[in-house]
């Protein structure tokens, strides 16, 4: 059973840092591509970031690029995703997912596990 689990989000003050973790389990990271989403009350999930399992390659959207960094270690089986310089705009539940196509980007659609949510809280 593919599993995804996220964990790392908190409190934090603008300005600040946080590092949220992405633990995949049910299926290699050789072939498969994890992405970071958010969801802020009251508005739609957008894509934030993704890595390619099978070359590392990476893609922010335009409103963390900057400011976040994905990482992976295959090894772990687990995907990072730092976050500097946070603002009170991402403020947002985090989902981590796992798409079967190795090179997804940031479309909902393309994914196909998802975890069940970490809260990040950016106070002013």
């Known amino acids: 059973e593919v599993q995804v689990v996220e964990s790392g989000g908190g409190l934090v003050q603008a300005g600040g840092s946080l590092r949220l973790s992405c633990a995949a389990s049910?299926?290699?990271?050789?072939?498969?591509?994890i992405g970071w989403f958010r969801q802020a009350p009251g508005k739609e999930r957008e894509g934030v970031s993704c890595?390619?399992?099978?070359?590392?390659?990476?893609y922010y959207a335009d409103s963390v690029k900057g400011r976040f960094t994905i990482s992976s270690d295959n090894a772990k089986n687990t995907v990072y995703l730092q976050m500097n310089s946070l603002k009170p705009e991402d403020t947002a539940v985090y989902y981590c997912?796992?798409?079967?196509?190795?090179?997804?980007?940031?479309?909902?659609?393309?994914?196909?596990?998802w975890g069940q949510g970490t809260q990040v809280t950016v106070s002013s």
């Open positions: 997912a796992a798409s079967l196509l190795s090179h997804a980007r940031l479309g909902y659609d393309e994914y196909d596990y």
């Open positions: 049910g299926f290699t990271f050789d072939d498969y591509a």
């Open positions: 890595i390619s399992s099978s070359d590392g390659s990476t």
